[in-house]
C-alpha cells in the first residue's frame, strides 16, 4: 500500500504541475501597444459537412482545448477540392474561436498533418517581420488577452467574437529578438510540462500493474 502511495503522491504532485501552469510574460510599459489588424489579415474558415473519414484533418472550435493545443479525440475530415484548398493550414498557423461559449480560444498549429480550418474559426496571416505567430500564440494565453476578449463582447445571446471585434485586441509589440526569446523560454517550460504529462501516465500504468500483481 505504501508503494501505491508514494505512485499517488507523484500523480498528483505532477498533476498540480500541469493544471497550474499556463505560459506568461511580464510586458515591459516600453513596448508597443497595437491593435491586432495592423498585424495580421483575418480569415473565415471553410464551412463544410464533416466526415468520418477523408484525406484532411477537419479543424473545428471543438477540437481546441482550453489550454490552446489540438485534442484528437472525435477526429473529423473533409476531402480537397478548388474551394478547400485555400484554406490548408501550415505550421504556425493562428486559430481563433469566433463564436459560443469558447470564443477567443487560441490554437497554435504545430502538426505535421494534413488539415482544413472550420468556418467558426478565424486564421491570423500574421506580418512575419513584425510578429513571431507562437508570441502572439502566447499572449493569448494570458489574463490581460482573456479581459480584453471579454470587455469586446458585452451582452446578450450568442458571443461573438468576429473579425470585426477581434481586430481591435491590443497586443504588446516587443522586438522580433526579444519575442524569439520569450518564445524560447515558454517552449523550455512546456517540454517540462509535457515530462510532467509522461510521468502522469507512466506511474498510473504503475498502479493498475500492482493493482492486478495483487489482485492477479
Do not use: M
Not at 67 to 82: A, M, P, R, S, T
Not at 105 to 115: G, H, N, R, V
Not at 136 to 163: C, D, H, M, T
Amino acid at each position: 500500500v505504501s508503494e501505491l502511495d508514494s505512485y499517488q503522491k507523484i500523480i498528483d504532485g505532477a498533476k498540480q504541475v500541469v493544471e497550474n501552469y499556463k505560459p506568461t510574460f511580464k510586458i515591459d510599459p516600453e513596448w508597443e501597444i497595437i491593435e491586432l489588424d495592423k498585424i495580421c489579415k483575418l480569415e473565415y474558415g471553410y464551412s463544410e459537412s464533416a466526415k468520418n473519414n477523408g484525406e484532411y484533418r477537419y479543424i473545428r472550435i471543438t477540437d481546441i482545448s482550453e489550454d490552446g493545443l489540438l485534442k484528437y479525440d472525435e477526429i473529423k475530415y473533409v476531402n480537397l477540392n478548388e474551394k478547400s484548398k485555400k484554406y490548408i493550414l501550415k505550421k504556425g498557423d493562428v486559430l481563433v474561436a469566433r463564436t459560443g461559449a469558447t470564443y477567443g480560444k487560441t490554437l497554435y498549429f504545430d502538426e505535421e498533418i494534413k488539415a482544413i480550418f472550420a468556418g467558426y474559426l478565424i486564421r491570423l496571416n500574421f506580418r512575419k517581420e513584425q510578429i513571431n505567430s507562437k508570441f502572439y500564440w502566447i499572449f493569448s494565453q494570458s489574463s490581460n488577452y482573456r479581459k480584453q476578449k471579454n470587455e469586446l463582447v458585452q451582452g446578450g445571446g450568442q458571443p461573438q467574437f468576429n473579425a470585426n471585434v477581434i481586430k481591435h485586441i491590443k497586443v504588446p509589440l516587443p522586438s522580433l529578438e526579444i519575442q524569439e526569446k520569450i518564445v524560447f523560454k515558454i517552449i523550455k517550460e512546456q517540454k517540462v510540462i509535457n515530462a510532467n504529462k509522461e510521468l502522469i501516465t507512466i506511474f498510473e500504468n504503475k498502479i493498475k500493474d500492482k493493482i492486478a500483481e495483487v489482485w492477479g
